[in-house]
């Protein structure tokens, strides 16, 4: 069974930056292509991005140039580097695994003045 655990979520000014991570047990990130989601509330969950497992990374228009994932294969870690944030950032961020069918609990980002 996969277990995927967000964290680093917090409370940022707009122009801000947060790094959240994406800790996984039971699969190796190395193997998989791993996507990062949002849901903001009162809305429908979307896209962010996704890296796959040769390193290449896709990003959602609104976030493109502001937003970079990584990922330590040593640690089993995805990182999702958020820059410049803005209020319409503000979400809970959720990674998934798409071959397991895994989601983690998500981890709250609140961009706000």
């Known amino acids: 069974q996969v277990h995927l655990v967000e964290s680093g979520g917090g409370w940022v000014q707009p122009g801000g930056s947060l790094r959240l991570s994406c800790a996984a047990s039971?699969?190796?990130?190395?193997?998989?292509?791993t996507y990062w989601y949002r849901q903001a509330p009162g809305k429908q969950r979307e896209w962010v991005g996704k890296?796959?497992?040769?390193?290449?990374?896709y990003y959602e228009a609104s976030v493109k140039g502001r937003f970079t994932l990584s990922r330590d294969s040593v640690e089993n870690l995805v990182y999702l580097q958020m820059n410049n944030l803005k209020p319409e950032d503000t979400a809970v961020y959720y990674c998934?695994?798409?071959?397991?069918?895994?989601w983690g609990q998500g981890t709250q980002v609140t961009v706000s003045s």
């Open positions: 890296i796959v497992s040769d390193d290449t990374t």
């Open positions: 039971g699969a190796r990130f190395s193997s998989v292509t």
């Open positions: 998934y695994i798409l071959q397991y069918g895994a």
